[in-house]
């Protein structure tokens, strides 16, 4: 019987694949070095990569081509027409091979219905599926979007019915428990570095403390919603939301490349943006939007095309780029209406079908900015001047588009407009040509919009020749600040809407001259505001009680950037961000200028307040406890100091137990010493 030859798997390797590198096929190489330790990512892999992975994993190898269903049957002629049209939707999102567009055609060379596009990844064909699922070519004409492994995929299900398994139901962690703080903290967000750190602001104690962290949990920032419930971390595949006390993610949503969010009010939907530069001269810069369902993660409406489409009036901004947002929510808790600028016109939608409502435009010619109540769906308007007829501002209520209110203004160079916090007023910056046309001058015209029909007041400052650097409304007030003058040391002037009597009218409290102030931040409650000098006039701070018209105390926050006031009214935050080299971190005062704690951290990029949900008592009842605040300040300032003493004493105990711990360790090295002595000497 002849001997076996045995072969060397290792020669065998060598001989099939010749061209490798020196040392293939890597004999004497230890795998285990390559292999990472259990439970450690080295802060590279996130936990969506397992669930990713599974999701893009194919078994025919077109993992990258998707199969658009219900498109137009057309005749040869106009088949690459078609195809022109679906590269350029497409190539919006991902990069589109070349000749990677194919459209079957049948005996008489018109096309099928359906075309197959391939992308250079198999993400970028996801991300193309997600986001075109639904898409509206036209009014026949919606795409029906799949992966073309999916044909594979369900050619193999089986003809008999197996019972999926049912998952055991796990509820979700209460989105509001930070509101359930026994000391009544609010939370903040920094990002530094790769870092995002979620901390409560102890103030009452001088420090922070660390609620959650993570390392590559954002790409670019993070951004709370409004009302607090969830954390928006951005990714190239898109954005995700997180919440609860251990923040859980709650949902995903796929957009390739998303630069840009915006909440509604209420949470209910969400919107991102990105924007795709053209490969060549000829084409132009497409945008894409998307809107999701905030819980469910479902896409509802898709808007893109060539971003000058977009930028108007208003949302232009410097260079043909865009004004964020383009599309604006309209006030209240509703979610019912959101908005856009168009040439000529405002589109406005109506939520849950996310179609236009009434399907048409609010036609206004030369239409140049809106911008919506914060309390209802109010609309105010502004149109420029075409030929003789002067510019506009107009207010609109809206489904009914009933116009409520109109004024006209002339000789205008530019406008600006203002709401109050709780839509109570309206206040429209109006930038004027003097009669030389060579110069401006401002002036303001101001909308009391509770009173009966809307009356309307003028204001000029004294010297019409200041120009206007700032104007910012009091919150839960009737007072707004203005920042005027045409030096690095400008004059700070506020004003009431009411006069001696409370009714309604114009009233000048007080100016303070000579201020090193490019910027002011009014109290989340009113009544106190900062004046800040930030970038330029290297971070000096002036915090002043507007009742007392007093200054608390001035400070300096070296190359400060940044200036937030907690939802509270409590605390401020002064923050120097990576723009400036040196310096980064934060510093976290009192609502009167004392510092408490300073946190210096490298690469700082931002630092964001949790928002708290809105109240649910009605205004009058608010008034009632600021006018009462003494007597519930002293009940819950008992409360407080309550609470602070168990802390204290919690951690005091904590403090002697170490101390007692450690007392018996040295005491029993003592005594192992000894022994060990003793041993020796026998």
């Known amino acids: 019987m002849a001997a076996v030859t045995e072969l060397d798997p290792l020669e065998v390797a060598r001989s099939l694949f010749r061209d490798q590198p020196a040392g293939f096929p890597y004999e004497n190489f230890d795998l285990e070095e390559l292999i990472l330790p259990e439970d450690d990512d080295m802060g590279i892999r996130s936990d969506d990569d397992e669930e990713e992975e599974e999701e893009l994993e194919t078994e025919t190898g077109f993992g990258s081509v998707i199969v658009v269903d219900s498109l137009p049957v057309v005749p040869e002629d106009k088949h690459e027409k078609l195809a022109n049209v679906l590269k350029k939707i497409y190539s919006q999102i991902g990069n589109v091979r070349e000749g990677g567009i194919f459209m079957p055609k049948d005996a008489n060379n018109m096309s099928k219905g359906f075309a197959f596009v391939e992308f250079f990844s198999p993400q970028e064909a996801q991300a193309a599926r997600a986001q075109t699922d639904g898409y509206k070519l036209d009014k026949n004409h919606t795409f029906k979007v799949s992966m073309f492994d999916d044909f594979d995929r369900y050619a ?20 509001h428990s930070w509101m359930l703080d026994k000391l009544s903290r609010d939370q903040f967000a920094i990002k530094y570095g790769d870092e995002v750190a979620v901390l409560w602001n102890d103030g009452r104690r001088f420090r922070s403390e660390e609620a959650y962290k993570r390392t590559y949990w954002t790409e670019s920032f993070v951004q709370w919603s409004p009302m607090g419930n969830y954390l928006a971390t951005m990714h190239r595949q898109g954005v995700a939301v997180w919440g609860g006390p251990s923040f859980q993610r709650l949902a995903r949503y796929s957009h390739q490349n998303v630069q840009l969010i915006e909440f509604s009010p209420a949470e209910k939907y969400l919107m991102t943006y990105s924007s795709i530069d053209p490969t060549n001269p000829r ?30 009036g208003s949302s232009a901004g410097p260079g043909g780029a865009l004004r964020w947002p383009i599309f604006k929510w309209a006030g209240g808790l509703e979610d019912k209406y959101f908005a856009r600028l168009a040439k000529g016109a405002i589109k406005i939608y109506e939520t849950p079908d996310m179609t236009q409502l009434d399907k048409k435009d609010l036609k206004l010619e030369g239409v140049q900015d809106f911008e919506w109540s914060p309390a ?11 030929g003789d007829r002067p510019a506009n501002i107009t207010l609109y209520r809206i489904p009914e588009r009933t116009m409520v209110r109109s004024k006209q203004l002339f000789n205008v160079s530019d406008v600006k407009i203002f709401w109050h916090p709780q839509g109570d007023y309206l206040a429209v910056k109006v930038d004027r040509f003097t009669k030389t046309k060579k110069s401006t001058f401002t002036g303001f015209e101001l909308f009391s919009i509770r009173e009966k029909d809307i009356p309307m007041d003028v204001l000029e400052l004294p010297n019409k020749s200041e120009k206007v650097l700032s104007f910012a409304w009091e919150p839960k007030g009737h007072r707004f600040a203005v920042v005027h003058g045409d030096t690095a040391r400008p004059n700070v002037s506020f004003y009431s809407m009411k006069d001696d009597k409370g009714k309604p009218g114009i009233k000048l409290l007080g100016t303070l001259t000579n201020k090193a102030c490019n910027g002011i931040h009014w109290s989340p409650m009113g009544h106190n505001i900062v004046l800040s000098g930030l970038k330029a006039l290297n971070g000096q701070l002036e915090f002043f009680n507007v009742d007392e018209f007093e200054v608390l105390a001035a400070a300096e926050h070296f190359m400060a950037t940044d200036v937030e006031w907690d939802p509270t009214g409590r605390y401020v935050a002064s923050s120097v961000t990576s723009i400036h080299q040196m310096e980064n971190g934060f510093n976290m005062w009192s609502f009167n200028g004392k510092l408490l704690y300073n946190m210096p951290r490298d690469r700082f990029g931002q630092l964001c307040w949790r928002p708290r949900v809105p109240s649910l008592l009605p205004r009058e009842k608010e008034e009632e406890i600021r006018k009462n605040l003494k007597e519930y300040s002293r009940r819950y300032d008992e409360e407080d100091e309550a609470l602070l003493l168990q802390v204290r004493l919690a951690g005091a105990a904590a403090g002697v137990w170490c101390v007692l711990r450690i007392d018996a360790h040295l005491r029993y090295a003592d005594n192992y010493k000894d022994l060990l002595r003793c041993t020796s000497a026998r």
């Open 283 to 312: 084409e132009k810069v497409q945008v894409a939007l998307n809107v999701f369902d905030t819980r469910s993660g479902k896409k509802l409406r898709i808007f893109g095309g060539n971003m000058e489409d977009y930028a108007i």
């Open 376 to 386: 209802e769906p109010l609309l105010a308007a502004y149109t420029q001047e075409v």
């Open 156 to 175: 193999k299900v089986p003809d008999v019915y197996a019972a999926p398994e049912i998952k055991e139901y796990s509820p979700t962690e209460n989105l």
